[in-house]
DNA sequence: CCAAATCCTTGAAAATGTCAATCATTTATT
DNA sequence: AATAAATGATTGACATTTTCAAGGATTTGG
């Protein structure tokens, strides 16, 4: 389930700040909610000049790679239903962006790839999420982002084999 | 504020975990959302117990708290729009769980508090809540899991504030 | 007092999430 | 090799959630 901000994006702070002294403002559950919502926003705003949002731009993302991902793959990676994939795909590869080609060794699958269109958009759209990134995060230092992001890692891919 | 993370992983793998190499994996906004994600599931499992969700178990929780909150308060505090407000309180009204009271200087508004039933469920329920929290962060140390609380709490509010 | 703004509520439309069934293909069993 | 079971992609139906716009009640500002 997923907590959405309703509030502009250049809207002021929090106009009801005063229930942070509520017991659930400790929550990790919650802050996460929190900061999730307020994040996929500013992305989304960044993303939408490429006609993108976060779950196009992730889909992409993996199809520049040169992993060659198969739809059940990018399924379970995103823990999106294979059915949405098949939503996403189809208007990227409408759009030109990705390709399916049929699998090597299992004509089942269909491995997406990104076209050099899709690469060049791509290039374009990870520059402006990761400066909405850097935007969000302004008010923490250096240390305290890398901090965040290695503790993030660690519990997302925990029990799994090492990322990057 | 020490920050620091013990950045040993290692096991085997879910069964994507292939695609972990993109760099979006990297990104805080797509870890916020796995890790939110992942968080979501555990709590409502937990919270089901109680007929509660995350929506719900949050809006009594703030009834809760002696700040007698108005639904224009928590709509905004939680990022909802005024209209899911009013559902969620619809049924925690009709279960007995919270009550509308008008506001005292403003006879538009309507003060949401709990009911003791409702006090009584969700002490139950935030032992659960909380258990599932220390579960779903069981491969951080109780450092890792303090810096995290401290710097999504920093963010959130963009204010420094001391963790328990 | 009047106009504008605010709070809650309702309802409808759009977007998402969830599930079951199907076809083509592969894997496992005999 | 033949058959059964399992898997990947796709479609479509259905429930849930998000998002908007409008309305009645009340307050606020001129």
């Not at 809207?11 to 909610?33: K, M, Q, Y």
Request: net charge negative; with cysteine.
């Amino acid at each position: 389930m997923t907590l959405q901000v309703n509030d502009g994006i250049e809207g002021a702070g929090e106009p009801s700040a005063r229930l942070a002294e509520s017991t659930i403002s400790n929550d990790v559950g919650f802050l996460l909610a929190k900061l999730h919502a307020a994040g996929s926003l500013l992305n989304n705003a960044a993303l939408a000049e490429f006609g993108l949002k976060e779950r196009s731009y992730s889909v992409l993302a993996l199809a520049c790679g040169n992993l060659g991902p198969t739809q059940r793959e990018l399924a379970d990676f995103l823990s999106l239903d294979p059915s949405q994939i098949v939503a996403l795909i189809d208007e990227l590869e409408q759009r030109g962006l990705v390709e399916r080609k049929p699998g090597i060794s299992d004509r089942r699958q269909k491995l997406v790839t990104a076209t050099s269109e899709g690469r060049r958009i791509h290039a374009a759209a990870q520059k402006a999420a990761q400066a909405a990134e850097v935007a969000h995060l302004s008010m923490l230092t250096a240390q305290e982002v890398a901090s965040l992001r290695a503790i993030l890692r660690k519990t997302v891919w925990a029990a799994d084999a090492p990322g990057p």
